[in-house]
C-alpha cells in the first residue's frame, strides 16, 4: 500500500508535518495532525492494565475537552512507557508545547501517542525544541502526510495508508488514515497505533460509536503474536470541513460514513498484518458452525496466535492436526468429530478425520501471499473471522535484539 495520498483525498482542513528530533538513531521520529478548526474526536486505547503515559494524558484530554480536539502529536523510538511521574509530566509538556505553538490553545485539546521501547526514559527536550518548527512546517499536502505515516514508524518495513469518499448531499466527504505496527500485535480495545481524520460533519457520541463498530470488525480481529502492546491507540477526528450535512442520527448518511470508516480500518488493520515482523503470508481464518460469535471469535483467536499452527503456514504445511488442536483449547464446548476444516479451499478434514487430500497440492497452494482457512463446528450458527500471518526466524531476529 503507497505510502502517498493525492491531494484529492485529503480531507479539507487538515494539515500534517514530521520531523527528525533525535530520538531514534536515524529517520523521522515525530509527526504531528492539526485539524485548523475545532474537530469532534474519538478514540479506542489499549486495555492491556500497564498504560504509557500518553495513553493516560490523551484519556484525560478527551475528557477534559468534552471531545473537542485540535492536533495529535506522535512520537516513535520511545513508549514512554513505565517511566514513572516524569513520564506523565513529559507527555503534559509536549501538549502544552503544541497547543501554544499552535495559538494560545489549551493543552488539553492536543492528544500526545508515542510508540517504541517500553521503559527507557523519554527525552522530551528532545521533542519541545523540535515542536516549533514542527508547527510551522505543517503543510495540507500529500508529501506532507506521507512524512507524516514515515515517522510514526518503529519496525514496520513499509508506511501504511488508506483513503475513502463518499458523496453526501451533493458534497464529497473524505475520510484518511494511517497507522503504525509489526509486532506485538493484538489489539483489544500493539504496538499499535492509527489515526484518522474526515472532513465529515459527526457529533463526538456518534463518531465514537461509529470507531467502536469500526474497530471491533477490523482491528480487533487481527493479531500477529498475541500480544497487546502498553500504547495501543486509534483516533480519528472530524472537522465538518466538507460543507456535507451534519450527521446526526443513524440514518442512511450514518451508514455512508460507518461504511467508509470501517472500509478505511480494515485496509488499515490487513497492512498490518501483512507487514508482521517476518511475515511472508497473511493468513485469514474463519471459523463458522460455533455455539455463538463469540465463542466463534475465541476459536478463530487462539487458531491465529498458536505458534505450532503459525510455523506450520510458514513452511506451507498442511498439518491440520495443529488447527484442530488449538481450536480444541480455545476453551469452547464442541464436538470435534463433528468438525471439517478447509486449507485453502481444499478440504483436509472432515468429521474430525484427515479427508484424503493432495499434499503437494496443498502446499503449492500454501505458498501464496494469502493462505484462507476455513474451521465448521457443526455445532451453532456462530461465526467469526480473524486475520493473522505466518511465523518466521525473522520475527525471533527483529525481536531478540530490539533495545540492543
Known sequence: MSASASNSELPRGFSFAATACGLKKSGLDLALLVSETPAAAAAVFTKNRVQAAPVLASQAHLRKSRNKI????????????????????????????????LGRLHPSQILVCSTGVIGAPLRVEKILRAVPDLVRARRASSSAFAQFTRAIMTTDTRPKRAAAQFRLGGKWVRLL?????????????ATMLAFLATDAAIPPAMLQRALRRAVAATFNCI??????????TVAILANG????????????????????????????????????????????????????????????????????????????????????????????????????????????????????????????????????????????????????????????????????
Open 223 to 232: 493479531t500477529v503474536d498475541g500480544d497487546t502492546s502498553t500504547n495501543d
Open 241 to 404: 470541513e466538507s460543507g456535507a450535512r451534519k450527521i446526526t442520527r443513524e440514518g442512511a448518511d450514518y451508514k455512508k460514513f460507518s461504511a467508509a470508516l470501517e472500509s478505511v480500518c480494515r485496509k488499515l488493520a490487513l497492512a498490518i498484518v501483512a507487514d508482521g515482523e517476518g511475515a511472508q503470508r497473511v493468513i485469514e481464518i474463519e471459523v463458522c458452525g460455533a455455539p455463538s460469535d463469540r465463542a466463534a471469535g475465541e476459536i478463530a483467536r487462539t487458531i491465529a496466535n498458536s505458534p505450532l499452527v503459525k510455523t506450520a503456514l510458514a513452511g506451507a504445511d498442511p498439518n491440520w492436526g495443529r488447527i484442530l488442536a488449538a481450536a480444541g483449547r480455545a476453551g469452547v464446548a464442541f464436538d470435534f468429530q463433528r468438525v471439517s476444516i478447509r486449507l485453502t479451499g481444499i478440504t483436509v478434514c472432515r468429521r474430525g478425520r484427515e479427508h484424503p487430500f493432495s499434499e503437494r497440492v496443498a502446499h503449492k497452494r500454501m505458498l501464496a501471499k494469502h493462505v484462507p482457512i476455513a474451521v465448521d463446528l457443526h455445532s451453532g450458527r456462530g461465526r467469526a473471522r480473524m486475520w493473522t500471518c505466518d511465523f518466521t526466524g525473522e520475527y525471533v531476529d527483529i525481536n531478540a535484539s530490539y533495545r540492543t
Open 177 to 189: 488514515g494511517c497507522c503504525k505496527g509489526a509486532g506485538m500485535i493484538q489489539p483489544n480495545m
Open 70 to 101: 485540535r492536533g495529535i502529536i506522535v512520537n516513535s523510538g520511545n513508549a514512554n512507557c513505565c517511566t514513572g511521574p516524569e513520564g506523565y509530566a513529559a507527555s503534559a509538556a509536549t501538549t502544552l508545547k503544541v497547543a501554544r505553538e
